[in-house]
């Protein structure tokens, strides 16, 4: 099982960039999946999940209304659209799936059993 992210780079605050998550190996359609994010010199935090059918979402209040999580089912795939990035957005992204099939959507890490290698997001002001 793989999970391979891709999209991020350097942008100017107030930009936007759309990271993606490719999973292989099996599918993930009946799985919760979610996004979080490690900053230089501090822990892993969640920034967002959705839920196996695409139908619920949920964010964390440091990016919430400026973050949209989506999902590809028949493509195994799911992205994070970031708009108005901010300095404090910057940090290694890392795509997640949760355990157990059909489960509820959860903001801890500890419940996701696969992650993909995570991609770079530079935020300059």
């Known amino acids: 099982v793989q999970l391979q992210a891709s999209g991020g780079g350097l942008v100017q605050a107030g930009g936007s960039l759309r990271l993606s998550c490719a999973a292989s190996?099996?599918?993930?359609?009946?799985?919760?999946m979610g996004w979080f994010r490690q900053a230089p010199g501090k822990e892993r935090e969640f920034v967002a999940s959705?839920?196996?059918?695409?139908?619920?979402?949920s964010y964390s209040d440091s990016v919430k209304g400026r973050f949209t999580i989506s999902r590809e089912n028949a493509k195994n795939r799911v992205f994070l659209h970031m708009n108005s990035l901010k300095p404090e957005d910057t940090a290694v992204y890392y795509c997640?799936?949760?355990?157990?099939?059909?489960?509820?959507?959860?903001?801890?890490?500890?419940?996701?059993?696969?992650w993909g290698q995570g991609t770079l997001v530079t935020v300059s002001s």
């Open positions: 997640a799936v949760h355990s157990g099939a059909y489960g509820t959507m959860s903001t801890s890490g500890n419940r996701y059993d696969y």
């Open positions: 190996g099996r599918t993930f359609g009946g799985y919760v």
């Open positions: 959705i839920s196996w059918t695409g139908s619920s979402t």
